[in-house]
Protein backbone atom coordinates (compact mmCIF):
# COMPACT_ATOMS: atom_id res chain seq x y z
CA UNK A 1 0.00 0.00 0.00
CA UNK A 2 1.76 3.23 -1.02
CA UNK A 3 1.62 6.25 1.24
CA UNK A 4 0.22 9.36 -0.43
CA UNK A 5 1.08 12.67 0.67
CA UNK A 6 -1.33 15.61 0.21
CA UNK A 7 -1.76 17.94 -1.86
CA UNK A 8 -2.50 14.76 -3.97
CA UNK A 9 -5.16 13.99 -1.03
CA UNK A 10 -8.48 16.19 -1.65
CA UNK A 11 -9.57 18.97 0.74
CA UNK A 12 -13.25 18.99 0.29
CA UNK A 13 -14.05 21.78 2.84
CA UNK A 14 -11.16 24.10 0.95
CA UNK A 15 -12.49 23.48 -2.38
CA UNK A 16 -16.07 24.47 -0.94
CA UNK A 17 -14.88 27.89 -0.34
CA UNK A 18 -12.76 28.52 -2.67
CA UNK A 19 -13.27 31.94 -3.73
CA UNK A 20 -12.10 32.21 -7.24
CA UNK A 21 -14.79 29.66 -8.50
CA UNK A 22 -18.35 30.14 -9.17
CA UNK A 23 -21.03 28.51 -7.10
CA UNK A 24 -21.69 26.51 -10.06
CA UNK A 25 -18.25 25.51 -11.24
CA UNK A 26 -17.56 23.99 -7.82
CA UNK A 27 -20.98 21.86 -7.58
CA UNK A 28 -19.92 20.66 -11.40
CA UNK A 29 -16.15 19.69 -9.84
CA UNK A 30 -17.41 18.00 -6.58
CA UNK A 31 -20.73 16.24 -7.38
CA UNK A 32 -21.04 15.81 -11.14
CA UNK A 33 -17.34 15.52 -11.96
CA UNK A 34 -17.56 16.54 -15.42
CA UNK A 35 -17.87 19.89 -17.05
CA UNK A 36 -19.77 20.94 -19.94
CA UNK A 37 -23.89 21.90 -19.97
CA UNK A 38 -24.68 18.92 -20.99
CA UNK A 39 -23.22 16.82 -17.77
CA UNK A 40 -24.68 18.45 -15.91
CA UNK A 41 -28.04 18.83 -17.39
CA UNK A 42 -27.98 15.02 -17.73
CA UNK A 43 -27.10 14.41 -14.19
CA UNK A 44 -29.68 16.87 -13.02
CA UNK A 45 -32.41 15.44 -14.40
CA UNK A 46 -31.39 11.85 -13.57
CA UNK A 47 -31.15 12.84 -9.97
CA UNK A 48 -34.26 15.45 -9.33
CA UNK A 49 -36.94 12.52 -11.05
CA UNK A 50 -35.54 9.71 -10.68
CA UNK A 51 -33.42 9.00 -7.53
CA UNK A 52 -36.44 10.32 -4.94
CA UNK A 53 -38.78 7.86 -7.03
CA UNK A 54 -40.20 5.19 -4.64
CA UNK A 55 -41.07 1.44 -5.26
CA UNK A 56 -40.92 -0.90 -8.43
CA UNK A 57 -41.49 1.91 -10.37
CA UNK A 58 -38.25 3.63 -9.14
CA UNK A 59 -36.35 0.79 -9.40
CA UNK A 60 -37.16 -0.40 -13.13
CA UNK A 61 -36.61 3.48 -14.06
CA UNK A 62 -33.06 3.67 -12.17
CA UNK A 63 -32.32 0.36 -13.88
CA UNK A 64 -32.80 1.52 -17.56
CA UNK A 65 -31.81 5.53 -17.14
CA UNK A 66 -28.75 5.11 -14.46
CA UNK A 67 -26.57 3.96 -16.97
CA UNK A 68 -26.66 6.63 -18.48
CA UNK A 69 -24.36 8.44 -16.35
CA UNK A 70 -22.23 5.55 -14.70
CA UNK A 71 -19.40 4.64 -15.66
CA UNK A 72 -20.51 1.39 -16.04
CA UNK A 73 -23.46 -0.79 -14.45
CA UNK A 74 -24.36 -4.46 -14.94
CA UNK A 75 -27.56 -6.42 -15.24
CA UNK A 76 -30.22 -7.23 -12.46
CA UNK A 77 -28.63 -3.70 -10.55
CA UNK A 78 -31.38 -2.90 -7.91
CA UNK A 79 -31.18 0.93 -6.56
CA UNK A 80 -32.80 1.66 -3.86
CA UNK A 81 -34.39 5.29 -3.14
CA UNK A 82 -32.41 8.74 -1.91
CA UNK A 83 -29.29 7.23 -3.20
CA UNK A 84 -26.88 10.13 -3.89
CA UNK A 85 -24.31 9.39 -6.72
CA UNK A 86 -21.11 11.98 -6.92
CA UNK A 87 -18.89 11.69 -9.81
CA UNK A 88 -20.88 8.87 -11.70
CA UNK A 89 -18.85 8.35 -14.45
CA UNK A 90 -16.38 7.23 -11.39
CA UNK A 91 -18.76 4.58 -10.02
CA UNK A 92 -18.48 0.62 -11.92
CA UNK A 93 -21.35 -1.45 -10.59
CA UNK A 94 -21.40 -5.24 -12.14
CA UNK A 95 -23.96 -7.77 -12.27
CA UNK A 96 -26.92 -8.50 -9.75
CA UNK A 97 -26.02 -5.80 -7.11
CA UNK A 98 -27.93 -4.01 -4.90
CA UNK A 99 -27.90 -0.36 -2.89
CA UNK A 100 -30.50 -0.12 -0.85
CA UNK A 101 -31.98 3.44 -0.12
CA UNK A 102 -30.22 6.23 1.33
CA UNK A 103 -26.97 5.53 0.17
CA UNK A 104 -24.18 7.44 -0.98
CA UNK A 105 -21.71 6.44 -3.95
CA UNK A 106 -19.27 9.10 -3.63
CA UNK A 107 -16.16 8.63 -6.33
CA UNK A 108 -14.98 12.20 -6.43
CA UNK A 109 -11.30 12.86 -6.82
CA UNK A 110 -9.32 14.48 -9.79
CA UNK A 111 -7.20 11.57 -10.48
CA UNK A 112 -8.38 8.26 -8.95
CA UNK A 113 -9.85 5.16 -10.75
CA UNK A 114 -13.44 5.85 -7.72
CA UNK A 115 -15.78 2.72 -6.97
CA UNK A 116 -15.70 -0.25 -8.29
CA UNK A 117 -18.66 -2.66 -7.01
CA UNK A 118 -18.41 -6.18 -8.28
CA UNK A 119 -21.01 -8.52 -9.03
CA UNK A 120 -22.95 -9.91 -6.29
CA UNK A 121 -22.48 -7.00 -3.80
CA UNK A 122 -25.08 -5.77 -1.64
CA UNK A 123 -24.75 -2.76 0.05
CA UNK A 124 -27.05 -1.83 3.09
CA UNK A 125 -29.58 1.17 3.96
CA UNK A 126 -27.72 4.66 4.85
CA UNK A 127 -24.28 3.16 3.90
CA UNK A 128 -21.70 5.66 2.64
CA UNK A 129 -18.94 4.99 0.26
CA UNK A 130 -16.81 8.28 -0.16
CA UNK A 131 -13.76 9.09 -1.81
CA UNK A 132 -10.68 11.93 -1.70
CA UNK A 133 -9.01 11.33 -4.69
CA UNK A 134 -9.14 7.38 -3.69
CA UNK A 135 -10.66 4.45 -4.45
CA UNK A 136 -12.77 1.91 -3.45
CA UNK A 137 -13.08 -1.90 -4.40
CA UNK A 138 -15.46 -3.99 -3.32
CA UNK A 139 -14.78 -8.18 -5.02
CA UNK A 140 -17.50 -10.05 -5.50
CA UNK A 141 -19.84 -11.46 -3.02
CA UNK A 142 -19.42 -8.57 -0.41
CA UNK A 143 -22.07 -7.45 2.05
CA UNK A 144 -22.21 -4.54 3.97
CA UNK A 145 -24.15 -3.83 6.80
CA UNK A 146 -26.34 -0.57 7.57
CA UNK A 147 -24.79 2.84 7.81
CA UNK A 148 -21.58 1.81 7.36
CA UNK A 149 -18.64 4.66 6.47
CA UNK A 150 -15.85 3.40 4.30
CA UNK A 151 -13.26 6.61 3.22
CA UNK A 152 -10.25 6.21 0.98
CA UNK A 153 -7.66 9.01 0.67
CA UNK A 154 -5.67 6.31 -1.49
CA UNK A 155 -7.14 2.80 -1.77
CA UNK A 156 -9.22 0.75 0.03
CA UNK A 157 -10.34 -2.67 -1.05
CA UNK A 158 -12.78 -5.61 0.75
CA UNK A 159 -12.30 -8.90 -1.00
CA UNK A 160 -14.65 -11.53 -1.82
CA UNK A 161 -17.14 -13.00 0.56
CA UNK A 162 -16.68 -9.74 2.81
CA UNK A 163 -19.45 -10.23 6.01
CA UNK A 164 -19.82 -6.40 7.24
CA UNK A 165 -22.00 -5.55 10.12
CA UNK A 166 -23.73 -2.36 10.73
CA UNK A 167 -22.26 0.83 11.53
CA UNK A 168 -18.55 -0.32 10.84
CA UNK A 169 -15.67 2.44 10.02
CA UNK A 170 -12.96 2.29 7.57
CA UNK A 171 -10.62 5.26 7.83
CA UNK A 172 -8.59 5.03 4.79
CA UNK A 173 -6.19 8.21 5.87
CA UNK A 174 -4.93 9.92 9.00
CA UNK A 175 -4.24 13.72 9.44
CA UNK A 176 -0.41 15.01 10.10
CA UNK A 177 -0.45 16.11 13.97
CA UNK A 178 3.23 16.65 14.15
CA UNK A 179 2.75 20.77 14.48
CA UNK A 180 1.00 22.61 17.57
CA UNK A 181 1.03 26.09 16.34
CA UNK A 182 -1.67 25.32 13.98
CA UNK A 183 -4.97 23.16 14.29
CA UNK A 184 -4.97 19.73 13.05
CA UNK A 185 -7.59 20.49 10.48
CA UNK A 186 -4.81 22.91 8.80
CA UNK A 187 -2.17 20.29 8.82
CA UNK A 188 -1.55 17.64 5.70
CA UNK A 189 -3.33 14.25 4.80
CA UNK A 190 -1.61 11.24 4.66
CA UNK A 191 -2.90 7.92 3.60
CA UNK A 192 -1.83 4.40 3.29
CA UNK A 193 -4.50 2.59 2.39
CA UNK A 194 -6.72 -0.44 3.82
CA UNK A 195 -6.67 -4.37 2.84
CA UNK A 196 -9.04 -6.40 3.99
CA UNK A 197 -8.31 -9.88 2.49
CA UNK A 198 -11.51 -12.17 1.22
CA UNK A 199 -13.69 -14.03 3.88
CA UNK A 200 -13.75 -11.98 6.09
CA UNK A 201 -16.64 -10.88 8.85
CA UNK A 202 -16.54 -8.02 10.83
CA UNK A 203 -18.87 -7.60 14.08
CA UNK A 204 -20.98 -4.46 14.52
CA UNK A 205 -19.39 -1.26 15.06
CA UNK A 206 -15.55 -2.47 14.26
CA UNK A 207 -13.37 0.50 13.61
CA UNK A 208 -10.72 -0.44 10.86
CA UNK A 209 -7.54 3.03 10.95
CA UNK A 210 -5.35 3.76 8.15
CA UNK A 211 -2.33 1.27 6.90
CA UNK A 212 -4.09 -2.09 8.35
CA UNK A 213 -4.20 -5.74 6.36
CA UNK A 214 -6.68 -7.60 7.47
CA UNK A 215 -5.90 -11.53 6.39
CA UNK A 216 -8.04 -13.85 4.99
CA UNK A 217 -10.91 -15.72 6.82
CA UNK A 218 -10.36 -13.90 10.42
CA UNK A 219 -13.27 -12.52 12.37
CA UNK A 220 -12.96 -9.15 14.20
CA UNK A 221 -15.62 -8.87 17.63
CA UNK A 222 -18.33 -6.11 17.80
CA UNK A 223 -16.81 -2.59 18.50
CA UNK A 224 -12.77 -3.90 17.90
CA UNK A 225 -10.54 -1.03 17.08
CA UNK A 226 -8.00 -2.06 14.10
CA UNK A 227 -5.23 -0.22 14.71
CA UNK A 228 -2.43 -3.39 12.95
CA UNK A 229 -2.38 -6.16 10.66
CA UNK A 230 -4.78 -9.04 11.46
CA UNK A 231 -3.23 -12.51 10.21
CA UNK A 232 -5.34 -14.74 8.63
CA UNK A 233 -7.92 -17.12 10.17
CA UNK A 234 -7.62 -14.97 13.57
CA UNK A 235 -10.41 -14.60 15.88
CA UNK A 236 -9.55 -10.68 17.38
CA UNK A 237 -11.09 -8.21 19.46
CA UNK A 238 -11.11 -5.44 22.11
CA UNK A 239 -9.76 -1.91 21.86
CA UNK A 240 -7.40 -1.87 20.67
CA UNK A 241 -7.89 -5.14 18.72
CA UNK A 242 -5.76 -8.00 19.84
CA UNK A 243 -5.70 -11.57 18.52
CA UNK A 244 -7.29 -13.92 20.39
CA UNK A 245 -6.93 -17.63 18.83
CA UNK A 246 -6.65 -19.24 15.46
CA UNK A 247 -9.60 -20.73 13.80
CA UNK A 248 -7.55 -23.48 12.06
CA UNK A 249 -6.87 -24.95 15.52
CA UNK A 250 -8.52 -27.87 17.24
CA UNK A 251 -10.60 -27.04 19.96
CA UNK A 252 -8.28 -27.41 22.63
CA UNK A 253 -6.03 -25.41 21.43
CA UNK A 254 -8.32 -22.53 21.57
CA UNK A 255 -10.29 -23.83 24.71
CA UNK A 256 -6.00 -22.95 25.90
CA UNK A 257 -5.77 -19.49 24.40
CA UNK A 258 -9.34 -18.51 25.74
CA UNK A 259 -7.93 -19.72 29.36
CA UNK A 260 -4.96 -17.44 28.83
CA UNK A 261 -6.57 -14.17 27.72
CA UNK A 262 -9.09 -14.66 30.58
CA UNK A 263 -6.12 -15.03 32.89
CA UNK A 264 -4.68 -11.87 31.46
CA UNK A 265 -7.61 -9.73 32.31
CA UNK A 266 -8.33 -11.11 35.62
CA UNK A 267 -6.92 -8.42 37.98
CA UNK A 268 -3.88 -9.64 40.47
CA UNK A 269 -4.39 -10.91 43.77
CA UNK A 270 -3.56 -8.68 46.60
CA UNK A 271 -0.96 -9.93 48.89
CA UNK A 272 -2.70 -10.49 52.36
CA UNK A 273 -1.47 -8.38 55.56
CA UNK A 274 -0.51 -12.29 57.30
CA UNK A 275 2.26 -12.40 54.55
Known amino acids: ?12 QKDLFDEKKSTLQKYQEIVVGEKG ?6 YELLMTLLSWLPGALGLVLRQKLYRLMLGSMGRGVAIGANVMIRHPKKVHIGDNVVIDDNC ?7 SNKGIEIHNGVFVGR ?4 TCHNGDIVLEENVNLGFNCVISSLSSIVIKKNHLMAAFCYLVGGDHDSDRTDIPVLQQGRSSKGIMIEEN ?11 GVTVGRDSIIGAHAVVNKDVPEFAISAGVPAKF ?8 EHNE ?3 GDVADQNQPSESISNDE
Do not use: C
Not at 1 to 12: C, G, L, R, V
Not at 37 to 42: G, H, P, W
Open 1 to 12: MSDNKSPEIMDT
Open 256 to 258: ILR
Open 126 to 129: GTIL
Open 37 to 42: LFSLIK
Open 104 to 110: VLDAKGE
Open 200 to 210: VWLGASVSILD
Open 244 to 251: MWDRRKGK
